[in-house]
Structures are given as structure tokens and as C-alpha cells.
């Protein structure tokens, strides 16, 4: 099949790394921005003279050393733990050593591939309500910003399955109260590199405070309400109340349960909605590859049911999917800090340097992938595919600490997408060029307004 080369939008890196004060007023914008050219075409740079201020590493064998082989030389940040403990507290996401090992072994059960299987129904039920939704608007073609509405879907998946009984208005004050955390976010990153006082006001700080005030409260409210109803159940809440301490034999406190509760219903939705907004935009702007999704939706499921086992035999939505992602992967930069004196490609790091693992960088690597801005998704055909480190594409990080939901992710994000496609077609609006926004997410500056023209 002939195809119309097609580059999506991307970020223009600098020519070189900048002067501290323009490299931090592109930084605040869209830290993308301030990734210079050559880290999209070396295994490692650094930046800020001979004791670096970052590092950032892309070569995918350093990549697998730093995040599995020598894990424990590279912890978690001050970064992560300043920038997103205001909000999530000591969840899964900055907890560290073996409070950490806890809550990643209580966490687990509803991830496992028998439970996932089980959730699907939801998944396309929820994907339904969406349809129903655009259906409402009548038969015409019309304009609609699918992130919020993806986002609506993913959020009443995850409040459905992992963390059953959110209500749909404190729903609403969750997803409200996570984009305004986000939103002014990377200041306070700024602010951290830089080492200024976690007091220090900045533009959107006091916007920030104020949103995770209003969600810790709802979660700690959530939390006092499942214990005193005693509650039983599958879902994570229901084991976090369960579980005990292997060591001390102490239940897992309020406020612990809270810090989980706030991670998976802040970040447990975001990944996908952010992955499938732009899986769609692809689509619409490479049209014969929606159809091709399209056909294979019809000669694998044609009128039944989206299932489990429909899911599994969709190679090209899972080819699309994937390139989606490496072109926008949903959480674009992870980093790390060296406990200890380390080269690193044959760069001396001292103790503690920045280490900033740029997925989005490394997705579009001049050394690993040929035409990198390309959409390609015959790059994951399962011949090309089986030659790629496991550090060349990671959408959902890699090693010890990769996203305890990415199974969950991908499965939901296939169910979504085959649901959609099977009743709506996409079409690009003919003016929106959405700029990849890193936000701990990777988020399209203004949306993405998409022409949906129901079937």
C-alpha cells in the first residue's frame, strides 16, 4: 500500500544549549523546548560547564544501566518528590526503597492479565457513552476538542474498575484540579533545578497550592468514607484497607491509602487520554491509515462485540497505536539523580547530577530510528520491531519503576480506539497545529479540535 509521507507537528530544538536565563524562559514554556539538537543525536550531553546542572541520556544501553542494571545507584529526584508531592504525597510515584516495594506488591493484584481481561467491558462501554455523546449532537459533521472528551472516558474508566465508587462531581473536581496543578507546573520544575526555596512564589503557584488543597480533600474524604463503610470489594481501595505491613503487621494508614488514591485517580487516566488524543490526530491527518485501522476492525470483529479476544488479533491498531505513542509518548521525560561519583559514556557525572531521560528525545533519535519524524507505523511490524533495545521505545517508562498501569493503558487505549473508529470517522480541521506540551504528560498546546463525522 502506497502512502502519503506525513510529519506531524513536533518541537524545533535549539541549534546548541543556551545561556541559563534563555534556556529557563523556553524551559517554563514547554521544557521540550529546551532540549538542544544534540541530544536527539548523541547517547548522552550534558549541560552547565564542568559540574553539570542536567544530563540527559538517550543511548538505550545507558538508558537500561540507570533504570534496571544499576537502578539502585540512580534513585528517584528531589525533583519528583518537590513537584508532584504537594498532590500525591508518598504514593507509588515518589516513594522510594522498601515503602515503595510495599506499595507496588499491594497495588498489583488489579494489574494482573486475568484482572485487565475482566475490565474490558467497561472499556467499551465507556467508549460507547462517548459515541452517544457526539451521536446527541445530531448526523452532521462537527467540531469537538477530543482531548476533554477522552479524557471524560478514561477518567470514568479507572473510577469504574481500579478505584470503584468516585462520584461523577468529585470526579469533576479531580480532573479540574489536576489541570490546574499541571498547568503552571513547570515553573516550580524551574525552580527546582535551580534549587530556590520550595517557599518561593512563581507565576501559578498559588493556583497550584490551591488545587492540590481541593484534591487531597477529596481523596482524604473518599478514603474516611470507604473505611467507615467497611467496605469490601476487589478494587485497589478495598486492598489498600486490607493490607498489612510485612514487617510491623500495621494496616496501611489513611494517609497512605490517600497518597495512592490521589496518584492513580490524578495519573491512572491522564497517560491514556494523552496517547489515544494523539493517536487520533495522526489518524485524521493520515487518512488511509484510519482506514486501514478500519478494515481491520471489520474483518476481525465486524458487527460483535469489541472483547478481550477481538483485542488481541488487531495488529495494525496496535502498530498505529505504538507509533502514536513514539511520536507523542504520553509521559515524554523521567529522571534520576547519582547517589554516588559515575561515568556515564564515558562522561564523569559527580554526585548529584541531574539525569534527565528524555523520552520524547529518544523516540525521535537521529542514531535510532531512519526518518524519525516520520508516521510509520510499519516501523513495529513484528520483523522491524524484534531488532529495537527495549530502551528505544518505552511510551511507559522501563525497569523496576515502569508505570504499573501500562498494560492496563494499552489494553484500554485498543478498546477505546477499535469502539471509536467502528462508529465515527476523524478529520483534521484544516488550521490546528498542536505543539507537544511536556506537563508530566505530553499534552497538545490548544487542544485538538477534530472534525468527527458519525458513520
Known amino acids: 500500500m502506497t502512502t502519503t509521507a506525513f510529519y506531524p507537528p513536533t518541537v524545533t530544538p535549539s541549534a546548541r544549549a543556551l545561556p541559563l536565563l534563555p534556556f529557563l524562559g523556553r524551559f517554563v514554556r514547554n521544557p521540550l523546548r529546551a532540549i538542544p539538537r544534540a541530544v536527539y543525536q548523541e547517547p548522552i550531553v550534558t ?6 546542572l542536567i544530563a540527559w541520556v538517550t543511548g538505550p544501553a545507558l538508558v537500561e544501566n540507570i533504570l534496571l542494571k544499576n537502578a539502585e545507584q540512580f534513585p528517584k529526584t528531589r525533583l519528583d518528590r518537590r513537584v508532584l508531592k504537594p498532590i500525591i504525597g508518598n504514593g507509588l510515584l515518589t516513594a522510594q526503597g522498601e515503602s515503595w516495594r510495599w506499595q507496588r506488591k499491594v497495588a498489583s493484584p488489579p494489574f494482573r492479565h486475568a484482572e485487565l481481561l475482566g475490565y474490558v467491558p467497561t472499556m467499551v462501554d465507556a467508549a460507547v457513552n462517548c459515541v452517544m455523546h457526539w451521536r446527541s449532537r445530531g448526523p452532521s459533521p462537527f467540531v469537538t476538542n477530543v482531548e476533554e472528551d477522552l479524557t471524560d472516558t478514561t477518567f470514568s474508566i479507572i473510577a469504574r474498575t481500579i478505584l470503584a465508587g468516585v462520584s461523577t462531581r468529585d470526579g469533576d473536581l479531580i480532573k479540574r ?15 527546582s533545578l535551580l534549587q530556590l526555596p520550595e517557599t518561593l512564589w512563581h507565576p501559578g503557584k498559588d493556583r497550584m497550592r490551591r488545587a492540590a488543597v481541593e ?19 476487589s478494587d485497589l481501595v478495598a486492598r489498600m484497607l486490607a493490607a498489612k505491613d510485612p514487617d510491623t503487621g500495621e494496616p496501611m494508614s489513611d494517609e497512605m491509602i ?3 488514591l490521589a496518584t492513580f485517580l490524578f495519573a491512572g487516566h491522564e497517560t491514556t487520554a494523552k496517547a489515544l488524543t494523539w493517536t487520533l490526530y495522526v489518524l485524521a491527518r493520515a487518512p488511509e491509515w484510519q482506514t486501514r485501522v478500519r478494515e481491520e476492525l471489520d474483518a476481525v470483529i465486524g458487527s460483535g462485540p469489541v472483547d478481550a479476544a477481538t483485542i488481541a488479533k488487531l495488529p495494525v491498531t496496535s502498530r498505529v497505536l505504538k507509533e502514536a505513542m513514539r511520536l507523542y509518548p504520553p509521559a515524554p521525560v523521567m529522571t534520576r539523580v547519582n547517589s554516588e561519583d559515575v561515568e556515564i559514556g564515558g562522561i564523569f557525572l559527580p554526585k548529584p547530577t541531574l ?9 525521535r533519535h537521529r542514531l535510532l530510528w531512519q526518518d524519525p519524524d516520520r508516521f510509520d507505523p510499519d516501523r513495529f511490524l513484528p520483523e522491524n520491531e524484534a531488532h529495537y533495545p527495549r530502551t528505544q521505545f518505552m511510551p511507559f517508562g522501563y525497569g523496576q519503576r515502569v508505570c504499573i498501569g501500562s498494560s492496563f493503558a494499552i489494553l484500554e487505549a485498543t478498546a477505546i480506539l477499535a469502539t471509536l473508529l467502528r462508529n465515527v470517522r476523524f ?14 504528560t505530553l499534552r497538545p498546546k490548544g487542544g485538538m479540535p477534530l472534525i468527527v463525522r458519525p458513520l
Open 47 to 52: 549541560y552547565g560547564g564542568k559540574r553539570p
Open 258 to 260: 490517600a497518597d495512592n
Open 355 to 363: 539525569i534527565v531521560i528524555p523520552i520524547f528525545a529518544i523516540h
Open 427 to 440: 478529520e483534521w480541521d484544516g488550521r490546528h497545529l498542536p505543539e507537544p506540551v511536556s506537563r508530566v
Open 215 to 233: 484534591l487531597r480533600t477529596i481523596v482524604g474524604n473518599l478514603v474516611a468514607q470507604r473505611r467507615a463503610d467497611g467496605s469490601t470489594g
Open 177 to 191: 484540579a489536576g489541570r490546574a496543578y499541571l498547568n503552571p507546573i513547570s515553573w516550580e520544575v524551574a525552580a
